[in-house]
């Protein structure tokens, strides 16, 4: 099956800095890579996804880069926020698969 | 609006005590998924299931049960025989792809 690894395990940034999480799969079947975004006590929040037909994808403040090749994708976070500050998580999961693998999480501190 | 509900949001049970977690979605999903997450942990699986009627043993079944008797429902039972059962459950739907989750329900052992 499809085993995802995620670094950092936890990142510390100054306000207004950039934040980077990267992921690797291992299943090169994987096409659909979505990122979640969990702040305390609440259920992970979809807030970015790429599919293996591009390479890039950005929404406002947010990016994701996926590398087929290398079989590794990573988030992007400019000008960090305190808001920002949560637990993010990637996945991974072919097309015709329901069940997404999910990597083990960063907690994200946006220091003030 | 479509969406996930779990309930309760917080649950207390007793030694030895069976509880029931509860899952709706409104979304027309096919799939629905219970997770488990402890204090600073990632999201363990525990059952899915693809189809009405049918599921499947995730990573840490043992002393859980759930059914699917109805597209918009999965409950999950906490047996006595969950040893720690202590944690944050998290309910999931999907049709293909991404997920929806739910705004979690927390268990903790009296």
């Known amino acids: 099956g499809e085993n995802v690894e995620q670094h950092p395990s936890t990142l510390s940034v100054q306000e207004g800095d950039s934040a980077v999480i990267k992921c690797t799969y291992s299943?090169?079947?994987?096409?659909?890579f979505p990122w979640y975004k969990q702040e305390l006590g609440k259920g992970p929040q979809l807030i970015i996804d790429?599919?293996?037909?591009?390479g890039e994808k950005k929404d406002q403040r947010i990016a994701v880069t996926l590398n087929k090749t290398a079989k590794h994708f990573s988030l992007h976070i400019t000008e960090t926020q305190p808001e920002d500050s949560a637990v993010y998580f990637c996945?991974?999961?072919?097309?015709?698969?329901?069940?997404?693998?999910f990597g083990a999480g960063t907690t994200v501190t946006v220091r003030a | 609006d479509g969406g996930i509900t779990q309930s309760p949001k917080y649950l207390f049970r007793k030694e030895g005590q069976n509880v029931t977690l509860s899952c709706e979605q409104n979304?027309?999903?096919?799939?629905m998924y219970w997770y488990r997450q402890d204090p600073g942990q990632g999201l363990r699986l525990i059952y899915y299931?693809?189809?009405?009627?049918?599921?499947q043993k995730g990573d840490i079944a043992e002393g859980y049960s759930v059914s699917r008797e109805k597209k918009e429902s999965f409950p999950l039972t906490v047996t006595s025989a969950q040893k720690n059962p202590t944690a944050f459950y998290l309910c999931?739907?999907?049709?293909?792809?991404?997920?929806?989750f739910g705004s979690g329900t927390r268990l903790t052992v009296v």
């Open positions: 999931a739907s999907s049709r293909t792809g991404g997920y929806t």
């Open positions: 299943d090169s079947a994987s096409n659909y």
């Open positions: 790429i599919r293996s037909n591009v």
């Open positions: 996945a991974a999961t072919r097309s015709n698969d329901y069940k997404l693998s």
């Open positions: 979304l027309n999903h096919d799939a």
């Open positions: 299931s693809q189809i009405v009627n049918d599921f």
